[in-house]
């Protein structure tokens, strides 16, 4: 079997938990203790012009300052790399290898840049390091692209290429495929890595099983200290020098990796947790980028099916490349769900004739001022139409529905509520779970689409009374946003997104409700932001 070798960028990939702000007596002990435990090659952070010298950070603008933040310090035998994501650091910020600390560079880059980032790595090594080409989300590459990107990597020869992924998207078959037809083309000499996220939980079982493989030339995984990294993480360090130690007769000093976990690194842990989730787990399960399931869970509007099929929709092209516009335009779309609801209206204009109106939300008002508002149902008699919740100790005629995440939650308070039997009305966008709703009025004709809440669930449910041609309304328990304290009797209720916008959202009720006051009065039950000011 070739030479195979373990590579920690626990300083650099582990950086992105942190800002790269490790502090220096703990960048120099994590160092320490890694040259200490025999690994070959240590990573000491990124490369990158446009940040200041920080002697506390493990990302720095040039090669020089990584000599002053680690000079004395003594590699044994490990070989110590940088990284640079092509673009980011000119080749004038590297100083010649003989008079630096870095002994190589690694440079990552995506497929579209290949050439110019190849490029880019022959006038780095020019300048004497060992250089490593990175393939960033080599899941992107066709068959015929990894055969073309062999023979460019084959006219640099550079020490090593590396297969990046990204997403986290490979299974040991999908792995390996790529690795054989890469190890089939490249020159022998180049060395071939693997550098694995764990949004599937296969982080450490793929580099155990590249580095287990019967490939015919040097081999090189990827890992960090207690799987610290970007997302959901990466290989454990510990864990592939247990195998290479067990399995391939390798003697790395595994406890010096433990003392530095237990030192260091679980404290950032327990501050900052990095691993596998359901968010990456979404991600790496649809092979698109992870901002398209940040920004679809953010809406808090959306089922976990919903948000699957949403991913599942959008275009090849666009998956791995996040793109902001195009996710705001395909919520929209699929929000936008249309059905001819006029016998909805029809009978909703029956139910509500003649009868005093009372729309309750979830907000804290609705338990504090529980009194007022009994006693306000006790003299009024009105119909009640609960908004996105099933009250527990108030009576509701009605349930109002506009988005799948809080039907998830309706369909659990049922039950238990004082309104198991209560009318629902839905949005069309909201899908029941077995059956019909009792009523479903279209989406699109009462968001508003140029606002920045687009789907503000009293201003909906106002829409609908407007419709109804009601002249009078009474609201409890909408008591408008506070970027302070928490804005809903219970904080499952809560939006996430509410506190950065609270002063936006509360202008936005107030403005609707005093350009319609003429065809529909408001009547604050519980005190409210909403009131005029």
Known sequence: MEDRYLLDCTLRDGGYVNDWRFGHDKMMEIFSRLVSSGVEFIEVGFLDERRPYDYDRSIQPDTACYDKIYAGANKGDATVLAMIDYGTCSIEHLGPADASFIDGIRVIFKEHLRDQALAFCAEVKKLGYIVFAQMVSVTTYTDEALVAYAEKVNDLMPYATSMVDTYGLLDEEHLMHIARILDAHLDRRICLGYHAHNNFQLGYANAKHFLGSDLSRTLLADGT????????????LELLMMYRNTKQGQHYDVSQILETIDDIILEIYQKQYWGYNLFFYIAASTHCHPNYV????????????????LLHALAPEKRLLYDAKYAEQMYRQYQDIECNDAAAYKALAKQVEGKELLLVGPGRNIARQATRVKNYIK??????????????????????????????QLMQDLPTSANPAAQII?????????????????????????????????????KVLIQLDVKHVSLAGFDGFSKDSDNYFDISREYSFVKAKASNMNESVRSFLKDNRDILSVEFVTRSRYENE
């Not at 200290?225 to 993480?233: C, E, P, R």
């Not at 009024?380 to 995440?405: C, E, G, M, Q």
């Not at 004709?445 to 606002?451: M, N, Q, V």
């Open 225 to 236: 200290l207690y799987g610290m990294g970007k997302s959901a993480g990466n290989a454990p």
């Open 294 to 309: 940040n920004y679809f869970m953010g809406q808090k509007t959306l089922s976990v099916k919903q948000i699957l099929e």
């Open 379 to 408: 003299e009024h008699h009105p119909l009640v139409i609960a908004v996105n919740y099933a009250p527990s100790d108030l009576r509701a005629d009605a349930i109002f529905l506009t988005n799948a995440k809080r039907h998830t």
């Open 426 to 462: 839905a949005t069309s966008n909201v899908t029941k779970v077995s059956g019909r709703f009792d009523c479903v009025l279209n989406y699109s004709s009462l968001i508003d689409k140029d606002a920045e809440t687009i789907d503000n669930s009293l201003l909906m449910m106002l």
